[in-house]
């Protein structure tokens, strides 16, 4: 596959003019497009829903178009939830999937409505404790502990992940939330992340079925939805094969009409909580080449850092660049592409095979969709850059201005001479 990028190297120069890199750029087609593409893949569940994880691309603007389509939101904290409220997601559009939670937000949640999903069986008695009593609906997450396979090849390794409940937890949950007055029951699990295969989402269904036709059988419990998360992931590498939606949505359709139509469960509702399949291609980060080194290797110096897409600095992660104005030019030069910070790993590509880099050209990392700008800090004191929308009139928006030195230094309130400092 050939990743090309979707916007221009004039429309950039246009943008950068107004609003200097580096910025986040996001593609409205792109994600208008994608989203209706996943609804038409489980159009055969008539329950269906997808709560975008806020996590990936905490943005008003860009939830509001998922909104659009009838997307809820997936929340793991309260400013999540506040973010959910604002855009006017509230009650069952809001699914609380947080883990070691403070109290205060689980009776936020409760207040707005939304359908807490326990991680720990001992969070019933916490829920219990922050809102009184617990809801009528309710969900548990599940983890079968072991290795996730996929023919013969290990996906992941649920039993180390910190997330969910064993088998024998969440049958006992169950039967404590059903005796406490819950009268609707829905099971989440996340096993995989960002998984480059039509057969994750198939095969994980099929466990979660086969639990909830157990949980049905045993304890008599009414489950009205079952969360298959996220873990649907991207083709990061121009190498890779993108999932098709379609195909996955008609393999989870299969598993449904082989394992719960027969239990007489065919009014279950299949949610998703999709972050990185929904966002994640469809955003770049622009940045603009600053220096040029020669020592043991070439480097090139660009105007962002690991501060605005720390994936290649802690994970060591892929992300394909391209030089605008230069996609077809040969990839003869071998450059390791880095940020200004004072750590070694600020890197966005090393040893990578580009067109001759020049001074001003601007580079488009790909990919940067979600986990990009959410994931940024303030090291160095790098500031957070802005976000901006290209739409699908060719028009842009600015829907997240760049801080400024007087945001950094804001938290300072109770020293007087930081006023003084940022209005010199």
């Known amino acids: 596959m050939n990743k090309r990028p979707f916007v221009t190297k004039e429309k950039v120069e246009e943008i950068a003019s107004q609003f200097p890199t580096p910025f986040h750029l996001y593609d409205e087609k792109g994600i208008r497009d994608n989203v209706e593409n996943l609804k038409k893949a489980f159009s055969w569940n008539k329950g269906y829903k997808e709560y975008f994880a806020v996590k990936a691309t905490p943005n008003p603007f860009l939830i509001n178009i998922l909104r659009e389509y ?134 994980l269904a099929k466990v979660l079925f086969d639990l909830a036709v157990d949980l049905k059988n045993k304890l008599g419990v009414h489950i009205t939805f079952i969360n298959l998360s996220g873990g649907i992931g991207i083709p990061y590498r121009p190498e890779q094969e993108p999932n098709d939606i379609f195909v996955i949505g008609e393999g989870v359709r299969k598993v449904y009409e082989e394992t719960l139509v027969p239990a007489g469960m065919d009014d279950v509702a299949i949610f998703t909580e999709l972050g990185r399949y929904m966002l994640g291609p469809y955003g770049g980060l622009i940045t603009k080449a600053i220096n040029k080194k020669h020592t043991h290797k070439e480097y090139i110096g660009v105007d962002a850092c690991a501060a605005n897409l720390m994936r290649p600095a802690i994970y060591g992660a892929y992300h394909h660049i391209t030089v605008l104005g230069k996609e077809n030019d040969a990839c003869d030069n071998k450059y390791d592409i880095t940020g200004s910070l004072c750590e070694n790993c600020d890197k966005f590509a090393i040893d990578r095979m580009l067109p001759k880099i ?39 928006q600015l829907i997240r201005r760049a801080e400024t030195e007087k945001d950094y230094f804001a938290t300072f309130d109770c020293f007087d001479f930081f006023d003084e400092l940022i209005t010199e």
């Open 358 to 396: 020049d001074m001003g050209d601007y580079l488009f990392i790909h990919d940067a969709g979600a986990h990009g700008f959410s994931m940024g800090y303030n090291y160095n004191g790098k500031l957070r850059s802005s976000e901006i929308l290209l739409k699908e009139d060719g028009s842009y």
């Open 70 to 203: 009838g997307c809820g939101c997936d929340c793991s904290s309260k400013p999540e939830l506040m973010m959910s409220k604002t855009v006017g997601a509230v009650g069952d559009d809001i699914m609380f999937s947080s883990n070691d939670t403070p109290l205060d937000e689980f009776k936020y949640c409760n207040d707005l409505g939304g359908i807490i999903n326990l991680d720990d069986i001992t969070h019933i008695e916490a829920v219990e404790k922050a809102c009184g009593r617990l809801p009528k609906k309710m969900s548990c997450r599940y983890n079968p502990g072991g290795v996730f396979k996929i023919t013969n090849d290990i996906m992941d390794n649920p039993g180390d992940a910190k997330y969910g409940m064993t088998t024998e937890q969440i049958f006992k949950a169950f039967e404590i939330m059903k005796d406490k007055g819950v009268e609707e029951f829905g099971i989440h699990s996340f096993l995989c992340s960002n998984t480059v295969t039509n057969e994750y989402y198939p095969m």
